[in-house]
């Protein structure tokens, strides 16, 4: 008796360890929404505009996606530390280039491609870890897991603001590349997935383990180009947001590059918030409830932007934190779906799919508001397109129908428990 108490015991700290560690890798990882803090530098450097200076950030997002995907395939049949580890030294490897890139379209390859890459498939393996460790609580703990890449700007977007002052652009990337090739690799070796014998209790629940839809029946699923849909509207809004978010500050507010990077650390704050909470709603109101709630908080937050002027530092905080939330609770918000809509056996395969809604996101929503920042000379055009998409979006979350979806699956022949799949 007192063996199993203590066995027990030790297995629940190894789980919250998991998710501690998460947090930290996915911060790592999460650098990438401090790319509004290398954006003017690169700009200055390279002697190019809005839309050039979007293109490693842009390729990056498409990047990690793609790579999610493919990596999706490969989370059952490795361990999740040897797959951190190729992907850590990735991260490392493309940081490190882009401080040897002579133009931004070297750049471009380099932190684009290789460090997104190795995002992607890092990515999916702590939120997989924790979502087959902590069943009972998917929303929640996943929220906490993306919560560590939604807080990295806490962090790292002064620490970057700092290393380009003192050490320049070029520099910088280096001294970063150095830093994450040897840290995310050193946090994967505890990593492992539970098993039928773990003596976890529910973190070890065959039925939890092995029931699900597969990636080919969920694409035949009326639910998935809903939510697909939504996933693009609400990453797409909160990756433009991101990606302008010092340059909507210095340029239209008029506040000095440092005071953003202080900022930047604010929003983050609400990016890493914005994933547990948003968990926590789709876990207890419903999916679709916690989607209609993100749209409506982004018409919000661009209407509070479209009333902003020079040194309208108020009307820009709570407006940026708002949209630097919502980002966060879509991380949140689309894993939440996939599990409760198409269980757990096939997690990393079928978000690995739903991800690619991210990387879509990513291109379209870069290059079009580079375009009208460009073309229109100011940012009021793209807060109107933000409140046109949202509006779209808060339309389509109301036909993604998880119980009805629940239902269908937890009736079919061989499914005998249903909460397997919610």
Known sequence: MENRIEKDSVGSMKKWLYILLGIVIMMSLGTVYSWSIFRIPIEEKFGIGTTQSGFPYMVSLASYAIFMLISGRYLDRFSPRAIIIVGGLLVGLGWTLSGFAENIYHLTATYGLITGAGVGIVYGVPMAVAAKWFPEKRGLVVGLVLGGFGLSPFITAPVARYLIEEF????????????????????????EYPSAQSGNGRAAS????????????????????????????????GLIMIGMTSSVGIELIGIDPGSVALFTSLF?????????LFGWVADRFQVKNAMALSYGLIIMAASLMLMAKDESTVLYAVAFSLFWLNLGGWLSIAPTAT?????????????GVVFTAYGIAAVVGVLASGF?????GNYNSIFYMVIILAFVGMLLSRKVEIEAQEKQMSGKKGDKDPRSVA
Request: proline content about 4%; some cysteine; aromatic content about 14%.
């Open 168 to 191: 320049g652009i070029m520099n910088s990337f280096q001294i970063l590349g150095i830093a994450f090739g040897i840290l995310i690799p050193l946090l994967s070796w505890p990593f």
């Open 206 to 237: 065959i039925g939890e383990l092995s029931h699900g839809i597969d990636t080919k029946n969920m694409l035949r699923t009326r639910s998935f180009k809903n939510m697909y849909l939504c996933f693009i509207i609400g990453a797409m809004i």
């Open 268 to 276: 983050a704050v609400f990016n890493g918030v914005g994933r547990p």
């Open 339 to 351: 599990t409760r809509l198409y269980g757990v056996k096939h997690y990393s395969q079928n978000y």
């Open 372 to 376: 009208l920042k460009d073309a229109m």
